[in-house]
């Protein structure tokens, strides 16, 4: 059974950091495109980082350029999102998710398995 388990939200002051943390069992990541998705109150999900199996970055969001990165390491099957200079804006529930095509597109369509998500709150 494959599952995601993403950790490391919470509620942070605006200009503070966090890094997300994705956990994947059930699945070799090493073959798999990766992506953090969110969404936040009365809004669609939106793709934030992609990842294409072989590392290359694929994908951030206008909105986080600059201040987020994604990263892998597949020994530890784990992927995370480290956040930077954060901003109330980026208040939204945080998915990680898993593509078995490889090719990491910013489309959730895509991607076969997701997290249960973990909320990110920032906030003064």
């Known amino acids: 059974q494959v599952q995601l388990v993403e950790s490391g939200g919470g509620l942070v002051h605006p200009g503070g950091s966090l890094r997300l943390s994705c956990a994947v069992f059930?699945?070799?990541?090493?073959?798999?495109?990766i992506g953090w998705f969110r969404q936040a109150p009365g809004k669609e999900r939106e793709g934030v980082a992609c990842m294409r199996s072989d590392d290359v970055i694929t994908h951030y969001a206008d909105s986080v350029k600059g201040r987020f990165t994604i990263s892998r390491d597949n020994a530890k099957n784990t992927v995370y999102l480290q956040m930077n200079s954060l901003k109330p804006e980026d208040t939204a529930v945080y998915y990680c998710?898993?593509?078995?095509?490889?090719?990491?597109?910013?489309?959730?369509?895509?991607?076969?398995?997701w997290g249960q998500g973990t909320q990110v709150t920032v906030s003064s």
């Open positions: 059930g699945l070799t990541l090493d073959y798999y495109a």
């Open positions: 998710a898993a593509d078995s095509s490889g090719w990491g597109l910013a489309d959730e369509r895509w991607y076969d398995y």
